[in-house]
């Protein structure tokens, strides 16, 4: 049975972690392309790891497959080192929300299709809802600026307070759109930011990556290979910082000073992000704004990173800016 969606840059990935060999994680198990593809590729063993319990019985069609060479546990990827048990020659992650997660109107990730406005990855815990109709206006217009980078966030934080209770996907989305201007051709859904930014705040989803990456860390033996796929520029800016300053301290820049590290934890194969050929494009679009970025991990023991030197966006204390 084949995989309900595309892996976005699978052959690139691939291609970038050759040979394929050993035991791998995906961490973001989701509807379990990457997974197939290492195994496919010659991956002794892939533990899939995700949030979400509902991908593993979508899985279920296909995952006997593979037999004991995939093991499925539900949990977080920042926890992968406990839960792979001891070093592994590879990890795989695909963040944010995944297309098939988009699809399920139910799940409340998409402003395309109306459902509850919920948007939790693992189920639990507060949902959208929750938090937008509960939290101060000034730490609503806080989560659109710094984790969705949209301008007119205290404008929306207003809008939104003024609109309360608001329970459904469509309600939300409208009142976004009604405090900006009508898209051009070819732009995207005014709610696009704002979308994005309530979800990484109620999934901590920049908290989870960095601990991720130090997780991958911790879990990888030397030799072993870190690949990363991010679709958000500030996913990606803290993927690059991370494996930068774990490499050496090499790429300062004006969101986070350089970082010295005399014995590097990573080595970098590749000097720029790689994204989607014209092919990949043609074939799905999603892959546009997609970056791969790779490290080899080194004999040196993990260090402990602070956050705050990968540029990871915060909230400000107190709320309201």
């Known amino acids: 049975m084949a995989a309900p969606h595309i892996p976005v840059l ?33 991956a002794d063993r892939v533990i899939g790891i995700d949030r979400d319990p509902a991908v593993f019985d979508m899985a279920a069609a296909w995952a006997g497959d593979y037999g004991d060479r995939l093991k499925l546990v539900q949990g977080t990827f920042s926890d992968m080192d406990v839960i792979a048990g001891g070093p592994v020659d590879g990890v795989v992650l695909d963040l944010g929300v995944s297309s098939m997660q988009l699809d399920q109107a139910d799940r409340g990730f998409s402003f395309l299709r109306d459902g509850p406005l919920d ?16 939290a101060a206006e000034g730490k609503i217009a806080d989560v659109l600026y710094h984790y969705g980078e949209e301008r007119a966030s205290r404008r929306i934080a ?37 979308f994005q930014a309530i979800r990484i705040w109620v999934n901590d989803e920049f908290g989870q990556l960095v ?10 033996r030397p ?43 990573f080595t970098l194969p590749f000097r720029r992000a790689i994204g989607a050929d014209e092919a990949e494009l043609a074939a799905n679009p999603r892959a546009r704004s997609a970056y791969l970025r ?11 990173v602070d956050p705050r030197d990968l540029a990871m966006p915060s909230l400000p204390q107190g709320g309201g800016r």
């Not at 329970?167 to 898209?183: I, K, M, N, Q």
Request: proline share 7%; with cysteine; hydrophobic share 40%.
């Open 10 to 42: 699978l052959d690139p990935l691939l291609r970038a972690v050759a040979p394929v060999r050993g035991e791998w994680i995906d961490g973001t198990f989701g509807a379990g392309g990457y997974a197939r593809g290492l195994l496919d590729a010659g």
């Open 223 to 265: 030799g072993g290979k870190l690949a990363v796929v991010s679709f958000h520029s500030l996913e990606d800016r803290i993927v690059k910082r991370f494996l930068q300053s774990r490499a050496g301290g090499q790429g300062g820049s004006r969101h986070a000073p350089e970082i010295a590290q005399d014995a590097p934890g």
């Open 119 to 134: 948007m939790r990855m693992a189920q639990d815990g507060p949902s959208a809802a929750d938090l937008l109709n509960t």
């Open 158 to 194: 207003r809008a939104i307070v003024n609109a309360r209770p608001l329970s459904r996907t469509a309600e939300l989305a409208e009142v976004v759109a009604a405090c900006l201007p009508r898209p051009k051709p070819g732009q995207s859904h005014p709610a696009t930011r704002a």
């Open 211 to 220: 601990a991720g990456l130090s997780a991958a860390e911790r879990a990888l």
């Open 294 to 304: 790779v490290g080899i991990r080194t004999d040196t023991p993990a260090a402990v």
